[in-house]
């Protein structure tokens, strides 16, 4: 009786829940790591590299064009230009030549490079959720080790999207007869330059990644668990966006290296990178490093937002499938 009593007198319609203070806010807890295995970190990224890159591959071929178009006989080099250049010759199906090229090499080196990141991540930051500079060095390292899968296929994917059809056949084709032609350091050729290219990408990538969705979530932490898919995609698109702009110069070269003879293009004498923009600023001056560049943002921004929102969606997904796991409702 006495505990019925004690209930009855706690559950008095008479108390009311007091309302926090206009200044209060909920303690934002963030989880150093995810609590994945590698596995499932690789295929999550997998997932969202594939998903990124056949979602965002016409803009990617519009900029390629543009990038490569400094070095070749074709004069036009804007967006619209570039683009009407690509329906003229090839129709719809040229905007996605070299796709096949793209789905071989994303999934796999996204694989490596949000996995990479992930351990990195978890091994530098000691913890800290807001450590900034572990994010940074942590995308040095995915990058590192990603461009060493990508980068091959990348070659080929560009070379398919400048040849129209005459000098590659497909992506087997085109493999062949850069083995044949060039020897396979052919596929290496750019390594150096993206990885030089990369690192500063990601370094800002996934600092204002993680500062971007830590921020949003402050404002509204009420809501962040609701709007998380929100979080992700605004926080992935600033942090496409400004690293894009900053390693522009950087894909230029990078660009005009893997398509050297194709359509056209100049083969340079050395492959050197300070060399190749000593070549690029006399024949089209400092703007040249920039050609593409508004491409560039309108392909990183929304890519790195489907990428990221992707990626984290399969990254929920396993965090409550070893939930049910461990608490025996999957056996």
């Not at 178009?69 to 250049?85: E, Q, T, W, Y």
């Not at 994303?106 to 572990?134: L, M, R, T, W």
């Not at 296929?153 to 044949?180: E, F, I, P, S």
Request: proline fraction near 5%; charged fraction near 15%; include cysteine.
């Amino acid at each position: 009786m006495a505990t019925e009593a004690t209930t009855t007198k706690f559950h008095n319609s008479d108390f009311r829940a007091v309302p926090p203070p206009s200044d209060y806010l909920p303690e934002i807890t963030v989880a150093p790591h995810d609590g994945l295995h590698f596995w499932q970190f690789m295929i999550a990224g997998s997932i969202a590299g594939c998903v990124e890159h056949m979602a965002m591959f016409p803009v990617d071929t519009v900029k390629t064009h543009m990038q490569a178009l400094g070095s070749c006989p074709i004069k036009s080099v804007g967006v619209r230009h570039a683009l009407r250049s690509v329906l003229k010759s090839e129709g719809l199906p040229g905007l996605y030549r070299g796709i096949g090229a793209m789905g071989l090499g994303a999934g796999p080196a996204h694989a490596v490079y949000f996995s990479v990141y992930e351990v990195c991540k978890k091994y530098f930051s000691g913890g800290d959720p807001n450590n900034s500079v572990a994010h940074a060095v942590s995308g040095v390292f995915a990058t590192v080790a990603s461009d060493a899968v990508f980068t091959p296929m990348d070659m080929v994917k560009q070379r398919l999207q400048l040849g129209n059809g005459t000098a590659y056949r497909g992506v087997l084709d085109c493999v062949k007869k850069v083995l044949k032609e060039e020897g396979f350091g052919a596929f290496y050729a750019s390594y150096r330059t993206t990885v030089l290219m990369n690192a500063p990408f990601t370094a800002v990538h996934f600092a204002t990644y993680e500062a971007a969705k830590r921020g949003l979530i402050e404002i509204s932490p009420e809501s962040a668990s609701d709007e998380r898919v929100m979080v992700h995609a605004t926080a992935g698109a600033l942090a496409g966006a400004s690293a894009a702009v900053v390693t522009t110069p950087l894909d230029v070269v990078k660009t005009q290296l893997q398509c050297q003879g194709v359509c056209g293009c100049d083969r340079f004498k050395s492959t050197a990178i300070r060399d190749v923009t000593k070549t690029i600023v006399q024949k089209d001056g400092y703007k040249g490093l920039m050609r593409g560049w508004i491409p560039r943002i309108l392909f990183h921004a929304p890519a790195a937002a489907i990428c990221w929102s992707t990626y984290e969606a399969a990254k929920s997904f396993f965090q409550e499938l070893n939930a049910c796991t461990e608490s025996g409702t999957i056996t």
